[in-house]
Nanobody, 121 residues
Framework: QVQLVESGGGLVQAGGSLRLSCAASGSTFSINNMGWYRQAPGKQRELVATIRSDGSTGYTDSVKGRFTISRDNAKNTVYLQMNSLKPEDTFVYYC???????????????WGQGTQVTVSS
């Protein structure tokens, strides 16, 4: 079994910063892509940022220059540093990881439980 546990959400004023963390535990032979999504009530989940195992990253346009995704492969952890936060960044944020549990085995996508980020104006 693989679990992703998120932390770091909360309430912050516009212009402030938050750092989200997501740690994977369990039987993880290798972790390939990791990423962050966000979702508003009644809306589809949207991609925020991704990071490959080689460290290459991608961002949705609305967060470029403000958010930074990073990972610590030794800790099986992905981070999202969020700066210059805006009220429109208010969402539940979810992490995911594409995990291979054994050598030569299939890769599955796992999700964290979500963490609320609220930005007040």
């Amino acid at each position: 079994q693989v679990q992703l546990v998120e932390s770091g959400g909360g309430l912050v004023q516009a212009g402030g910063s938050l750092r989200l963390s997501c740690a994977a535990s369990g039987s993880t032979f290798s972790i390939n892509n990791m990423g962050w999504y966000r979702q508003a009530p009644g809306k589809q989940r949207e991609l925020v940022a991704t990071i490959r195992s080689d460290g290459s990253t991608g961002y949705t346009d609305s967060v470029k220059g403000r958010f930074t995704i990073s990972r610590d492969n030794a800790k099986n952890t992905v981070y999202l540093q969020m700066n210059s936060l805006k009220p429109e960044d208010t969402f539940v944020y979810y992490c995911n990881a594409d995990v291979t549990r054994r050598f030569g085995g299939p890769t599955y996508r796992y999700w964290g439980q979500g963490t609320q980020v609220t930005v007040s104006s």
